[in-house]
């Protein structure tokens, strides 16, 4: 036992030693140790035990809270006592450890001869992996990324490479790396603290196989995280601006250009329609033309290309669309001679045609009928009913070139406008650029029978007594677009109150257009009163006409002096006259009931040779004829007149019989003289 370092009190009678630290010890900072000492008690059996650590072997300048333990000996006499101290609430360093007995009056005392060192723990505990570790193949390269673990001592990243297997072993604890280190069989690739890394210089088409290991500043090592990547050539660029150019009725020129430096070729590809497409070449590297040959004449195509390597293909280029030439026929020109004519006479259509395409036209279809265009939709090329001109043309109709072709047609048999139209080709035997109606025209083809009218009537004499000779000429012209021969001329002549009609009919040999004749022919006035002429020119060809009459009145003829062999009735007026009156125009309106021809209904009666009078009463008979029924309504209004001419309203009377009162005027200081009729 070793001896007590001090004693307190009177006489030593207690003692205590510590046991097992005859030398130095060292244990790390968190880990415990055993502390023994060995006591007796010599006295009251009361002693209290202390167990602690000091930096020094005063007692009496312990440093605080060096004990670790205290407590009673239990009343024995002696005995040993073993205490666990742990070092982990304490600070390193090296102590002295020192067992203390007291009995409240006397305190003993012992330091051990070996010092206790608590040392620094070591950190053998690895930081978290990294996490979200990825390799991203490039272009003989591999780009890699991560993210770190949250460990506050995390030092760094270690990556190791190998190509074609995984790593075989990892780090070892507590060992340094460097890039360019060999490791697991490869080779450390990346050792810092970032959070990517691009690994260059690869050879394409060989896996490499990447262990990612987290470290911290005790040289901790994580268990790893794997990732893997084959490094390729990329696809190329797609192709751009392709143009397809038609050279020929079956060759279309291609070209594009090549945005790639490392293509292995080019796929074309053609659509009919630019949804369904088929490969049809490949070309090699750095071409950027091709002609697609032995196609269809007159047909539209479809284009795209993309350019391929061993990789894959790259995007489409844009596509380009075409058609291959065509003929492209039209009318240019129709023309019908005679542009007008009689119904159902001969006549020659002449039709131009036209190729204004880029490719000579063989075997070309040709048709013109009469009638309204057909709608494009329903054609088609089943020709109409009235077809007059049909057939195919075999000679070849260069490109540019113009034809005149001529057919002998029928104009048509009813009278009127009619046209004819002219269509060439279009869907029925070759292809063409234009398709449809832009290949037809039109012509107005006039069918006509002629257009005479009586433009005049002149008569030579405008009055006389009845059997006087007269003689009536009319005027005829053509306003129409033909030639008409032997055209027969109608007159009439009526003597409406007196009796009498006659009828005379002359011929015109020939009336060119907008041309005029006259023609006369010779009658008498028969019976009193007014007698009217007409005359009416027809073509023989169709009864279609224009009716002029001319009527020719005569005022001053002498009025109805003679009984008519049919009188039926009579009424007398009585009448005051106008001022300077020199006769009487009296108006009848009559109606007929039942069948017959019906007489004019205004029959003028004229009264002449009454003296230049002022309020004269002068009376009138009016004699009713009517050879049918008999009148059921009659109205008569009576005018003064003056050279023939009315000039004034007497009076007028409705069914009425007897004498009508009319109120005289005033006479003018003068009369004027009474002009002629012209």
Known sequence: MSTPVTETGASAWDNIEVVGFESDRTVQKGN?????????????????????????????????????????????????ITKTLDTSIWSTGSYYVYAKISNGTRTRYYYARGKLTISTQPDTTPPGNITNFT???????????????????????????????????????????????????????????????ADTGLTNGTTYYYKAYAFDTSKNYASGVSANATPQQPTPTAPSNLTATPVSGTQINLSWSDNSNNESGFKIE????????????????????????????????????????????????????????????????TTVTPSAGYPGTAATVTLTIKNIGSLAANNF???????????????????????????????????????????????????????LYAFVDSRCEIKEQNEGWYNSKGRLVKVWTSDLAVTGMTITSTSGKPGD??????????????????????????????????????????????????????TKFRGVGTMTARALARDW???????????????????????????????????????CSDGVLAWGDVALLGDGEFPPLYAPVVVSNLSNVTGVAASLVYEIVNSFRVFTRRAFQVLGARGGRSIASSCSSSESVGDVGCTPQSAPATCAPVAPLQ
């Open 270 to 333: 053609r659509s009919p329609d630019g949804n369904s497409w088929s490969e049809i070449t490949t070309v090699g590297a750095n071409v950027m033309a091709f002609s697609d040959t032995n196609l269809a004449t007159c047909t539209a195509y479809h284009y795209r290309a993309r350019a391929y390597n061993n990789v894959g293909n790259s995007d489409y280029s844009n596509s380009a669309e075409t058609t291959t030439w065509c003929a492209d026929l039209v009318i240019e020109s």
């Open 135 to 197: 390799a991203t193949a490039g272009d003989a390269r591999v780009d890699l990324s991560w993210k770190k673990p949250s460990d506050s001592d995390l030092s760094g990243i270690l990556i190791v490479r190998r190509a074609g297997a995984q790593p075989s072993s990892g780090p070892i604890n507590a060992v340094s790396y460097a890039v360019g280190n060999s490791l697991g069989g490869g080779t450390v690739i990346y050792a810092s603290n970032g959070t990517s890394h």
């Open 469 to 522: 000779a007269v003689t009536i000429t009319a005027t005829v012209k053509n306003w129409g677009p033909l030639v008409v021969d032997d055209i027969p001329v109608h007159f009439f002549t009526d003597n409406d109150f007196c009796g009498g009609n006659g009828v005379h009919t002359g011929t015109i040999s020939s009336l060119g257009v907008n041309q005029s004749v006259t023609i006369s022919f010779s």
């Open 541 to 579: 060809r169709d009864w279609r006409y224009r009716y002029e009459p001319d009527y020719v009145d005569n005022w001053q003829a002498y009025g109805c002096l003679q009984y008519p062999p049919n009188n039926v009735g009579s009424v007398t007026y009585s009448v005051n006259l106008p001022p």
């Open 365 to 419: 279809h040709l048709a013109a009928w009469w009638g309204l265009l057909p709608n494009p939709s329903e054609y088609d090329c089943n020709e109409p009913n009235s077809l007059v001109v049909s057939g195919s043309i075999t000679v070849p109709l260069a490109v540019g070139e113009s034809r005149s072709l001529s057919y002998s047609i029928t104009l048509p048999g009813s009278v009127g406008d009619h046209a």
């Open 32 to 80: 415990t140790v055993q502390i023994s000492a060995v006591w007796e008690d010599n006295g009251n059996k009361d002693a209290t035990i202390t167990l602690g650590l000091d930096t020094d072997t005063n007692p009496y300048n312990p440093i605080t809270g060096s004990a670790f333990y205290s407590g009673s000996a239990g009343g024995a006499a002696n005995g040993q």
